[in-house]
């Protein structure tokens, strides 16, 4: 499912007006990722601000992005919660949702458990889920780290497809060396988009390839060819406007850039806050744009 | 309301073999810990499991909690998620339960917002809360802290009553010296209990008062007749424990004595596990308890 | 030799126009410390730029410093380094100097020995220096921790007399609890003045008494005679501007303030630097002062 | 003078059993390391314990080492102290030396300078040096972090000419976009040699190509004819061994290995030690070699 899937999508959920997802803004932004480079999309993952959606909301998006998305192009919905028991029945009912390929789930955030629950907790849930799932190791989300032994004994699930790790290269190495030959491997961190698929891992899980797409798109296919200076030398680019787009609570600085663009993403729902008007200039800045280029509208294909 | 209540206790939540709330244990612990020095409650935080249950659950514990506990000591219901709209919901029902005192609101975890954010989320909540809403910072739990700046500024709602602060010593000390009159601060770290009292702080909630109650009694009590000697003596023989019910996601070290004790409070619900027998071993050790102790029955007075 | 002794001075090392050591100025200070508070000194620490002096220079200065200080107040003098070999050769010289009651003997800084590594370091160290030694431990600096459990099976060696810790509570709890009767033990950390008395350590080794002698003579004081509301709300107020003192390196913002005191205690020795304008009114600023105070002569009372 | 060189090795001093340095051991492992693919040394740095060495060894090592090693070989020699006006005395004589082409200057440990005294320090040194300085930033063992901006401003000066690093591949990134052109940027990491390439660096200062210079070099040239996917897989084998080489104080592992080799480079220098026998077998499991390997003579190529 994944061959030849080097980027990911993990893609914002727009909101209109009243504060509802916005369908047609997200059919808009999903052709936009796949012309781009995108080719495989991760929805409902804290991108797309799925602490504040309800279990219906969440639902009927899954289901409308099944029908938006080409059937070849994979679909990974997040579904994992703190709560086994909860994670446990989301995951069986989108798992059955047309169109939805895996199911994401997240190491328990909050209630910290240790390794054993967070084996026991995956194990329960790949035993029942309709499709395969993908773990979400993100320890400075989660307060506490699933750790590279854990990761590659559950590996050998073969209902646990793989694993979006935020890490060091070294765990990466690590797991890459290690892991179930069936297990595919991604970076949720941008940065290490490039140093991901050097080592073997399968790509990475983007936030910036909304607005990046056909460089990071340049980036992996400049690998390819050998053109390994052309490759780092757009990493080395990437890297500092990756960072900007983190700079304030995420997909906030994300949105922010996308509805320059004319995209319609709207804002965040609470705790998250839509940009203000100093934090867009610092935003700009930071990706060396005008200081009002985040105020007007904006070219939909930004240099580095 | 907090006059005199230095030592509060997050109590856990009881299960019985159905995995189902254990009332009548609960009761039974209530008042084990009324007799041992605890003057205060807060029921359904981290340590009571809230993760793991449901809405309707929650307010069940709560209103039978209400009941359970004199109309004297403070009761504080967690409520807080990481959802505003959602903590919004739930607060407007909590609050109106007879027998609570205070909504605890933890800074929202796994999604990460920033001060602005922060203060948006407390804002709101405050605003329609039927009772005044006590907020909890735990970094460690929430991948984000709360800034002093910000604690300072919520201070002086009226309606926020205080602030469950899981931080250094330099953070208590500015906050005690700058937080609003009305404002109330405890430490949610047991090895502060002590030094949190002495630079003016309110006292500690708890998770070691179920167990040490008497000796954390003692320890206040030996501080206000001025003879910080034993006080700190005591502190110096409870660091250790205290974190030793920590060595294992909480609360189920804690669980593991309080059922040894003949507590019956039962397992954890998932992805928490029940101690198993090396685990209840090792805790037994850092508890300065032979091998076997958390095996068998156990006095409910330990020895420091 | 310590009865009593809970207030120290890590002494700065005042330099002429010169950049030599300046003796009656050294004097001053010293009569200054002992008059506000003070009730021994450690001279040639880090805070007295030892770094910075030659070898014939240190032996210099803690002749004299020998002979300025009263026979009953300890005097212990910095001599460790990074290499065993050197060490040993000058605590042999530092220790046959008149005046020179202990040799502080830092943890290996840069080249990061291991447990093993630092125990026989000190060993050798005490085996052949004519007076006790004081080991110090600031992983802040060092690079590595010297752990607990090495800390104790030292405490057990007749001729190491102490410890100069800058780590956790905890850390000092644990130690006061296990090391040997003989022992002493003071915090390196201003902030943890009040606390490390308070479980039983004996005191502190501060920087801040140059300049807040008395507000941290005033503080132990109330804590002897029972009043720890008093001396808390002074620990809550010194703490701060402890910091302060930190803020730009040790001991630049130090000499800037005795230096607008008219103790003229000179610049720093390179790689060290002397605060700039904009450094001293942020300092000044941080300490509670008008924006100018320390571009101008000021008071030797400083208020909190 | 760095023109194709991307592999240096940090190399070790070799003592003899009178704990003296063993030139004749010295020679045969340069020689070994020339013929394994490195392609210039850095003499005295940390792996070659110059913290255990006095100035007059220094000079003597330099002398002997300039004269070991063809003159086509970049030879960087370790000066730097934490101390500016004897780091400017050794780097006026070491820089006198015949064959020393580079004074290494680390930035100041233990006393922590800020980056306005690091930039002072650096810039007085380089004033007077008779060749160039290489600076070297490595904030675990100093306590301090050279800031990127200070580098790159330090950068333009004609008399450094570059820069051993210690810190992340962000920081790496952007150092390699943003220094002086005449600048050369190697990493002191073992575990980056294929990434600071791949960014743009000019390679990596090594302790792992004593042992496995083979495997870099066959990495590097992987690398070189476009073939990405070689050179990932032998970094991935190669990181858990390069961090086995540190999992005792450096350069103690390498020698322990080097001597079983027949290297004969001896002990180290106190407060580091040899590893006893449990460690030897520790590292030869982490190494992946029989548990007595180290124990025994060794195979001078090692497999990964």
């Given at each position: ?6 980027l990911m999508?993990?893609?914002?959920t727009p909101?209109?007006?009243n504060n509802?997802?916005n369908y047609?803004a997200?059919?808009?932004l999903?052709d ?5 480079g995108t080719?495989g999309?991760v929805?409902?993952?804290?991108t797309g601000?799925?602490?504040?959606l309800?279990?219906d909301e ?9 029908q938006m998305v080409?059937s070849?192009?994979?679909?990974i919905?997040?579904v994992?919660?703190?709560n086994?028991k909860?994670?446990i029945r989301m995951?069986k009912?989108?798992g059955?949702?047309?169109?939805v390929d895996?199911c ?5 955030y909050?209630?910290?458990?240790d390794?054993?629950?967070m084996f ?5 849930i790949a035993?029942?889920s ?10 400075g989300?989660?307060?506490?780290k ?7 004994k559950l590996?050998h699930?073969?209902?646990i497809i793989g694993l979006?790790?935020?890490?060091t290269?070294?765990?990466m190495e ?7 030959q069936?297990?595919v491997?991604?970076?949720g961190?941008d940065?290490?988009?490039?140093f ?8 990475v ?7 990046y797409?056909?460089?990071?798109r340049?980036m992996?296919d ?5 053109d390994?200076?052309?490759a ?9 406007v990756?960072?900007a787009?983190?700079?304030y609570p ?11 663009q004319?995209?319609d993403v709207?804002?965040c729902r ?14 700009a800045?930071?990706?060396g744009?005008?200081?009002?280029a985040?105020l ?7 240099k580095?």
């Amino acid at each position: 499912m994944f061959k030849n899937v080097d980027l990911m999508t993990a893609i914002v959920t727009p909101f209109d007006k009243n504060n509802q997802i916005n369908y047609p803004a997200m059919k808009k932004l999903v052709d936009h990722c796949l012309k781009t480079g995108t080719r495989g999309f991760v929805v409902g993952a804290t991108t797309g601000e799925t602490p504040e959606l309800t279990d219906d909301e969440k639902v009927e998006l899954y289901t409308k992005f099944g029908q938006m998305v080409p059937s070849n192009v994979p679909v990974i919905a997040g579904v994992g919660t703190n709560n086994t028991k909860e994670s446990i029945r989301m995951t069986k009912k989108v798992g059955a949702i047309k169109g939805v390929d895996v199911c994401l789930e997240v190491v328990p955030y909050y209630n910290k458990p240790d390794q054993r629950g967070m084996f026991a907790h995956f194990t329960q849930i790949a035993a029942v889920s309709p499709v395969p799932i993908m773990m979400y190791n993100i320890p400075g989300r989660t307060g506490v780290k699933m750790a590279n032994d854990t990761i590659v004994k559950l590996s050998h699930n073969p209902n646990i497809i793989g694993l979006k790790q935020c890490g060091t290269m070294e765990d990466m190495e690590y797991l890459v060396q290690h892991c179930d030959q069936h297990f595919v491997i991604y970076s949720g961190e941008d940065p290490q988009a490039l140093f991901t698929k050097i080592v073997g891992g399968n790509g990475v899980i983007s936030v910036a390839s909304h607005i990046y797409g056909k460089q990071m798109r340049k980036m992996y296919d400049a690998l390819y060819k050998g053109d390994y200076k052309t490759a780092g030398e757009l990493q080395c680019k990437l890297t500092p406007v990756m960072g900007a787009l983190f700079m304030y609570p995420s997909p906030s600085p994300t949105k922010a850039v996308l509805n320059a663009q004319g995209f319609d993403v709207g804002g965040c729902r609470m705790p998250l806050l839509a940009l203000n008007k100093p934090e867009k200039q610092a935003l700009a800045k930071a990706l060396g744009l005008p200081q009002d280029a985040l105020l007007h509208s904006l070219s939909k294909e930004l240099k580095l």
